[in-house]
């Protein structure tokens, strides 16, 4: 779901303007449209991981388009040029169909939550490609005031959705149900770091206790806000942005809650992890291998994953000494990575990964270093069924969730 982890020039891109010194890379944007779509995904091969520490090769988009979207495709299925399953032999075979049953979960549960910035929108979607549900709708948004999340996140009680909009630099939480923004902070269109201000915010993170965590970039904090719109807790000092946790913080995108009231920071300046407790003392600070690094997650091992938010684009799982265990960066055109976001390891120990520049939304088993899902068409952004554009946040809906 990241930030000024985007390398973008356009200042239509805040999200990928998260930083303002010198060496870090500067984040744009896409135009805000908002449009209903349909159903659709691709499934297509990847390609074999290169070593841990192997730098990815710089390629630009091939401009070809994935194959015609499919219904579903099993997780061990090989895909071909395409997009069809075939079998050992090669010849075609039918592909299995994950769609979701009423009471039976996907690999999602229930649907993924994804945010669809360059089309303004966010969609549910299910293993089949199926849209559960959309945002927004008419009466949705302030007046005078368009939409353009970034992150999106599902809070514990399954009422509400917490979006950022670094464009916008506001929080929205939305109502799932009404599809109404009903609870917002930040000045709409201005930056500060004055009470009620932010500046590129991103991964703001609904809490049980129903505040949000955000990570303020270009002020190089992070904030936890409560209902009332106050700060009731900041961790680095505000535009202060040298690496000292658990001091101060260096334009840090990334702000993981962790059980037991821990945080994961991810910082954009040196490429750092810090892994905080409860308390905010510090538990790890690691260096990991990568140009710009979004938003680390932990995975069900006890590890973490990284991603490279870089043309070269890379998707690392790392050690809390921050030793790689896996990296996986293929330079081939259907495999290869432009700009990931935000990565998450899912229930079946495959991983789905935001690809913002080419489009998509990719789940890769990393014991085969394939793609085995994919959510949108490579290279080509777009509104229609089965299109996305620069989708750049994503999160897991479980079984139960009321969307209507």
Known sequence: MTSPRRRVTSQAHPRHARTSRPGVPVVGGAAIVVVAVLLGFVALSGSGGQAA???GASLRPSGSAAGSPIAGVSPSATIDATGSPVGPSGTPR??????????KAGRFGLGLLIADRGNGRLLIVNDAGKILWRFPATGSIPKGQQFSADDAFLAPDGKTIVANDEFHHVIDRIDIVTRKIVW???????????????????????LANGNVTVADIRNCRVLEINQAKKIVRQWGR??????????????????????????????????????????GGVVF???????????????????????????????????????????????????????????ITLPDGTIAVNDDFRHRIVIIDPATDRIV???????????????????DGMDLIPMGTRLN
């Open 53 to 55: 520490g192997s730098p």
């Open 285 to 343: 600070d690691v260096h990991v291998p990568v140009a710009y690094p979004s938003d680390a997650q932990p995975d069900h091992q006890g590890n973490f994953t990284v991603v490279d938010y870089s043309t070269a684009g890379a998707l690392l799982r790392f050690s809390r000494t921050g030793k790689v265990l896996w990296r996986y960066n293929p330079a081939t055109a259907r495999g290869r990575l432009d700009h990931p976001s935000l990565a």
């Open 94 to 103: 039918p592909s299995a169909s994950p769609v979701v049953e009423q009471g």
């Open 373 to 391: 899902w994919q959510y949108g068409r490579t290279d080509l952004p777009g509104r229609a069924a089965g299109y996305l554009n620069t989708p």
């Open 184 to 206: 917002q902070y930040g000045h709409y269109g201005q930056t500060g770091s004055a009470a009620g201000y932010l500046h590129v915010p991103d991964d703001a993170y609904p």
């Open 238 to 279: 505000t535009r202060v942005c040298t690496h000292n946790p658990p001091a101060t913080y260096d334009n840090p995108n990334g702000d993981t809650p962790l059980p037991g009231g821990g945080m994961l920071i991810t910082e954009i300046g040196g490429s750092r992890v810090v892994r905080l407790n409860a308390a």
